[in-house]
Every structure is written in C-alpha cells, then in structure tokens.
C-alpha cells in the first residue's frame, strides 16, 4: 500500500514576489509548509539575488508546471559595466575590468543582434547539467568544462534607462530558457566594454504577475492560518496560454479514467495542438487534440464541486 501524503489536500498556484538573498527551492519549501500541501513545486528558478515572479504550484496544480515553464517571460534588469565577474552577476567574483564605457548610440545599435532567434551559452554558474553533474558544482570545484550554446526566443530587448555611464536598465520578454545574465555578459562583450547583471527582477511569467503577488512577510505571518488560503489561485490560471476546450459530463468522466473523451466546441484549435478540457470551468485534463477528441497527457483528479 502507498504511504498517503502528509498534509493538506489543496490544489492552485501561489504566486510569490520573490525577495533576494533566498533561493527558489528553500522559498518552495516555505510556502509548502505555511500552506501545509502535500506536495510542491515551481514553474522556473530565480537566481537567489534575482527577485519577482516565483509561481509556485500545489498538489495537482504541479501537473501544469511545464504549461507555466514554457511560456514567455519578462524581465527587467541593470547592466553594470565596465566588469566580468565569475557567476555574470554581482554575486560573483570580478575577473576583469575595463575602463571603455558605452554610449546610447553604441548600446542600441548592438542590441538587434540579442533580438529574435539567438544562440546564447548559459552562465558557468547555472542548473545546466554537464555529464550528469551540475554546472554550478563544476564550477564551485574550479574544474574546467565547457557548455554549449542553446536557442532562446528574445521577443523584445530594450534599454528604458540611463542612470550613469556605468549602468544602462534593459526590459526584456524571452522564451523558456532564457540567462539574463548571460544576455548582459555578451553584451558587454560586444561592446568591448565587460559587462555583467547587477540587479534583476522578474516582472511577470506566463499568466502571472509580479503586481499583487504575495511577499514573504505576508507569507510568514499568515502561515498555517485560514487567511493564507485567500492568497491560493485556481489550478487553470497556470493553463491561460493553452486553448481550453470545454466537455460534456461524460467526456470528462471519460477523461478523468485517461481516455479519450469527444469534446465539444473546439474552434480554433487545430490538429496536434495541445489543449486542455474543461468541465464547468474547472480542469478535467490537458493532452493532444486530435480529430475531434483530447488525448490526455496530464489528468487532474480535483473533484468539480
């Protein structure tokens, strides 16, 4: 017999402003246990001295994680020039200094190439995984290894301020992926200048938002009381980029079983799609669209009330 589940039986997303100096994980653990959920998760790591949107998933919420994982992003972040470092942040160690400084003229006519379809190479210091270990550790270790580059989708990239010649504020939306820090070390790069992420924020991430979202005060002084359940957010928020496709009684029972149900009322979802069936407005299952019936991936098994 499967061991059952400490906690509470709750589903939704909590959507928590980051603060810095705190990783994602130890954050995860803290909403868990102030909500007291039977399971956690989250839909995209913050750097630790990053703040902003960490959408937080509980119990079958977790089944929606990828839609949020995978959806654009915004960000909004300070270039500090004139200084690599060992992590492309502030946190890191400085490795090199110059004295050549930008203007506005030279940033915005370097900016298109960091536009539209790039190759970008992660930071040394990242998640990204090397022969089944962390780069990260790796790097911590001082060995030497390489990483490759990898595709990212810059839907938009630009400078909103000039506070001195040091730093320039940059706003950029992305695609799952996406190394801000990164974008800032090659464009000092570019530049001839050096370059490097002195502060970062996640302003909103697929569906959710930074404006209203819960802070740790609040999370902490609210926790494992009834007004902490007010800051809980419908599991099918975390699906608002995936088309909904609403269901009969019977195809979401269907659905619910793992097999295909007809749905009903599929206009402009295509064959192959991903899709999600509803039943009442609450979610039944998320699959691919074929021909009429949504072949479920993921069920969600939250009774509709």
């Known amino acids: 017999m499967a061991r059952r589940r400490k906690g509470r039986d709750i589903s939704g997303w909590v959507i928590l402003d980051k603060p810095a100096g705190i990783g994602s994980t130890a954050l995860v653990g803290k909403v868990r246990w102030a909500f007291q959920a039977q399971k956690a998760g989250h839909a995209g790591t913050l ?51 110059s004295d050549l400084r930008p203007d506005d003229t030279a940033i915005e006519e370097a900016l298109p190439q960091f536009r539209g379809q790039i190759m970008q190479v992660p930071p040394k210091v990242s998640a990204v995984k090397v022969d089944g270990a962390r780069a990260y550790d790796l790097a911590r270790d001082a060995e030497e290894f390489d990483l490759n580059a990898r595709p990212l989708w810059v839907e938009r990239l630009d400078m909103v301020e000039r506070p001195d010649v040091d730093h320039a504020v940059f706003e950029m939306e992305c695609g799952k992926g996406g190394y801000v820090r990164s974008i800032a070390r090659d464009l000092g790069a ?22 209203g979202a819960l802070d740790l005060e609040t999370l902490e002084a609210q926790a494992r009381t009834p007004e902490l359940d007010n800051w809980l957010r419908p599991l099918e928020e975390g699906l608002a980029d995936v088309p909904e496709v609403p269901c009969t009684a019977d195809a979401a029972a269907r659905l619910r079983n793992g097999n295909p149900g007809i749905v ?12 999600w069936a509803s039943f009442q407005g609450h979610a039944v299952a998320v699959g691919v669209y074929r021909a009429g019936q949504l072949h479920p991936k993921r069920v969600f098994n939250v009774p509709t009330p």
């Not at 909103?204 to 404006?211: L, V």
């Not at 009903?264 to 899709?275: F, I, K, M, N, Q």
Request: glycine share 12%; charged share 20%; with cysteine.
């Open 47 to 97: 750097d630790p001295a990053a703040t902003g949107v960490l959408a937080i998933a509980l119990g079958e919420a977790t089944k929606a994680v990828p839609y949020v994982t995978d959806a654009m992003k915004g960000y909004r972040f300070t270039v500090r020039f004139g200084q690599s470092t060992s992590t492309d942040d502030a946190e890191g160690e400085v490795l090199a200094t």
């Open 190 to 211: 570019e530049l001839g200048c050096l370059g490097h992420v002195s502060n970062l924020r996640r302003v909103w991430s697929g569906p959710f938002a930074a404006e």
């Open 264 to 275: 009903l009322d599929a206009a402009g979802v295509d064959y192959g799609d991903t899709a």
